[in-house]
T-cell receptor
Framework: DADVTQTPRNRITKTGKRIMLECSQTKGHDRMYWYRQDPGLGLRLIYYSFDVKDINKGEISDGYSVSRQAQAKFSLSLESAIPNQTALYFC???????????FGDGTRLSIL | GNSVTQMEGPVTLSEEAFLTINCTYTATGYPSLFWYVQYPGEGLQLLLKATKADDKGSNKGFEATYRKETTSFHLEKGSVQVSDSAVYFCAQSLSSGSARQLTFGSGTQLTVLP
């Protein structure tokens, strides 16, 4: 089984819909992150969390919200999806702020 | 501001060719530097890292040296293989309050032909 699991792997939806992307991890890491990847832009940080009581905005948090339900679970929500949120979304974990991050395989989200 | 600039791709090489992918960073203080690799349909994996000036990170035949004087962390491999075809990301870690975040370059697509 993968250490960092994202569901769903692919999602197509319509403008205005609410969408939730889920991430679970078995690595026992405290720190979890959500990124989006767009062609030519690399990865940009949306939100990150140290534990269930700690949520922090990243570079591009507008239009997104997150929930850290447990140490192992970190979900990303789009309250009202818009087409420019079409992207590849990655969840990651780390045990230290300076340590390597471990990524899931991504969720490809298309908003029509 | 803090940013990472890496060589634009795509890069196409023949098997056993020498690879260099350039990366430069701008950051206050002393960031840690990383190279990540992304194979098709997968997430990013850490390839190598360096945490201070003059450190050399190495893994799977890839190397990169943290050069503070030129603010660079170029990725090199002496002889690439078809299996090295992937997207490569340079990244730096920077502090934000008590946390550190990764800032990524835009990625370089490498294709190695047999």
């Amino acid at each position: 089984d993968a250490d960092v699991t994202q569901t769903p792997r692919n999602r197509i939806t319509k403008t205005g819909k609410r969408i939730m992307l889920e991430c679970s991890q078995t690595k026992g890491h405290d720190r979890m992150y959500w990124y989006r990847q767009d062609p030519g832009l690399g990865l940009r940080l949306i939100y990150y969390s140290f534990d269930v009581k700690d949520i922090n905005k990243g570079e591009i948090s507008d239009g997104y919200s997150v929930s850290r339900q447990a140490q192992a679970k970190f979900s990303l929500s789009l309250e009202s999806a818009i087409p420019n949120q079409t992207a590849l979304y990655f969840c990651a974990t780390s045990d230290l702020w300076t340590g390597p991050q471990h990524f899931g395989d991504g969720t490809r989200l298309s908003i029509l | 501001g803090n940013s990472v600039t890496q060589m634009e791709g795509p890069v196409t090489l023949s098997e056993e060719a020498f690879l260099t992918i350039n990366c430069t960073y701008t950051a206050t203080g002393y960031p840690s530097l990383f190279w990540y690799v992304q194979y098709p349909g997968e997430g990013l994996q850490l390839l190598l890292k360096a945490t201070k000036a003059d450190d050399k990170g190495s893994n799977k035949g890839f190397e990169a040296t943290y050069r503070k004087e030129t603010t660079s962390f170029h990725l090199e491999k002496g002889s690439v293989q078809v299996s090295d075809s992937a997207v490569y990301f340079c990244a730096q870690s920077l502090s934000s309050g008590s946390a550190r975040q990764l800032t990524f370059g835009s990625g370089t697509q490498l294709t190695v032909l047999p």
